[in-house]
């Protein structure tokens, strides 16, 4: 696994109120929310200085993707992306992580945008999703 984060993703309780705060109060582009037409779909994205982007996503729909139960909302939840060009290089990724020690939550599986992705928890407990997006470049 290569040493680099490509998404961080924040969960939140009410998405057009975080929305808000980012691009109103905070000035940072976006091009909205996308992906109302799937259930859990609704996403915002930021792009970061660097390459990476800030995702917002309602708690409800990372819950779901990960196959977690939704906790209380606190100070350290968020699940960090690592996007890889290949399903082989997803299937990789999450054995090393196992191997390293990570508890697989969420096997590696087909997505509902055509990706191929799946999560681990490293040894503190911090979310991680291994992706492979067709819409990204790896």
Same mark, same amino acid.
Do not use: K
């Given at each position: 696994?290569?040493?680099?984060?490509?998404?961080?993703?924040?969960?939140?309780?009410?998405?057009?109120?975080?929305?808000?705060?980012?691009?109103?109060?905070?000035?940072?582009?976006?091009?909205?929310?996308?992906?109302?037409?799937?259930?859990?779909?609704?996403?915002?994205?930021?792009?970061?200085?660097?390459?990476?982007?800030?995702?917002?996503?309602?708690?409800?729909?990372?819950?779901?993707?990960?196959?977690?139960?939704?906790?209380?909302?606190? &100070?350290? @939840?968020?699940?960090? /992306?690592?996007?890889? #060009?290949?399903? $082989?290089? =997803? %299937?990789?990724?999450?054995?090393?992580?196992?191997?390293?020690?990570?508890?697989?939550?969420?096997? &590696?599986? @087909?997505?509902?945008? /055509?990706?191929?992705? #799946?999560?681990? $928890?490293? =040894? %503190?407990?911090?979310?991680?999703?291994?992706?492979?997006?067709?819409?990204?470049?790896?």
């Amino acid at each position: 696994m290569r040493a680099r984060v490509t998404v961080i993703t924040l969960a939140v309780a009410d998405l057009e109120r975080a929305v808000t705060f980012y691009r109103d109060g905070l000035g940072w582009a976006t091009e909205g929310i996308i992906g109302t037409e799937f259930e859990y779909g609704a996403v915002c994205f930021f792009d970061l200085e660097g390459g990476g982007r800030l995702a917002l996503w309602p708690r409800a729909s990372l819950a779901h993707d990960s196959g977690l139960p939704e906790g209380a909302p606190n &100070a350290t @939840e968020l699940s960090l /992306g690592h996007n890889v #060009g290949s399903r $082989a290089e =997803v %299937d990789a990724v999450m054995e090393a992580a196992r191997l390293a020690g990570a508890t697989v939550v969420q096997p &590696a599986h @087909e997505t509902f945008y /055509g990706g191929y992705a #799946g999560y681990f $928890a490293d =040894v %503190d407990g911090h979310l991680w999703e291994v992706v492979s997006n067709p819409a990204w470049e790896g």
